[in-house]
């Protein structure tokens, strides 16, 4: 079983930026993509970007992609994910998770697959 | 973006029932080229992340009872859990993985009647 433990809960001003951690176990972090996911209070889930360590690169969502950059470090298996120009409608808890069957073609089609496992979630409130 | 809508937001199931949650996309989430739809379906509990409870649609995860299955291809899925036990009340979510963004349903929430 995959295990992806994050960092812990963050307060932070507006304006400021956080970055979570995500350190998983085993070769997975060499092996499959890991991808972000956050949820606001009471809502649903939303995807923010992942990062493929084949290429070494991230995938952003165009929602965030001024705001937030995906990185890693292979000599620690962990996935970063910042967030920068926080504001109040990012208070949320933001999971990282595994893709399970991340692929690519030559031509450079990525085909994506379902989240088989999911870290805890790392609670993150920005408040003045 | 593929949005995905579920239906219904909430519903209320008797013990033993069978529970049924609909999503549709607003474009195909079917790869042509492996003939498998990028669908995949979340159980998430208050307090935890969600957990994967099927792929490519219909494709169970390890370790999920079969009382859960899926359907469906191109736009229109269904999660069918069958005889509802206490422990599957939560919310669940559609999510297509076929293009990014990838973007989840609303969520539809299952409670016990």
């Known amino acids: 079983q995959v295990l992806l433990v994050q960092s812990g809960a963050e307060v932070k001003k507006p304006g400021s930026s956080v970055k979570v951690s995500c350190k998983a176990s085993g070769n997975t972090f060499t092996t499959h993509v890991i991808t972000w996911v956050r949820q606001a209070p009471g809502q649903g889930l939303e995807w923010m970007g992942a990062?493929?360590?084949?290429?070494?690169?991230?995938d952003y969502a165009q929602n965030f992609q001024d705001r937030v950059t995906i990185s890693a470090d292979r000599s620690t298996n962990t996935v970063y994910m910042e967030l920068s120009s926080l504001r109040s409608d990012d208070t949320a808890v933001y999971y990282c998770?595994?893709?399970?069957?991340?692929?690519?073609?030559?031509?450079?089609?990525?085909?994506?697959?379902?989240?088989?496992?999911w870290g805890q979630g790392t609670v993150v409130i920005v408040a003045s | 973006d593929i949005v995905m809508t579920q239906s219904p937001d909430s519903l209320s199931v008797s013990l033993g029932e069978r529970a049924t949650i609909n999503c549709k996309s607003s474009q195909t989430v079917l790869q042509t080229s492996s003939n498998k739809n990028s669908l995949a379906w979340y159980q998430q509990k208050p307090g935890q992340p969600p957990k994967l409870l099927l792929y490519w649609a219909s494709t169970r995860e390890s370790g999920v009872p079969d009382r859960f299955s899926g359907s469906g291809s191109g736009t229109d899925f269904t999660l069918t859990i069958s005889n509802l036990q206490a422990e599957d009340v939560a919310v669940y979510y559609c999510q297509q993985y076929y293009i990014t963004p990838q973007t989840f349903g609303q969520g539809t929430k299952v409670e016990v009647k």
């Open positions: 998770a595994r893709d399970a069957f991340f692929s690519y073609e030559n031509s450079g089609y990525y085909h994506w697959g379902a989240l088989d496992s």
């Open positions: 990062f493929i360590p084949i290429f070494g690169s991230a």
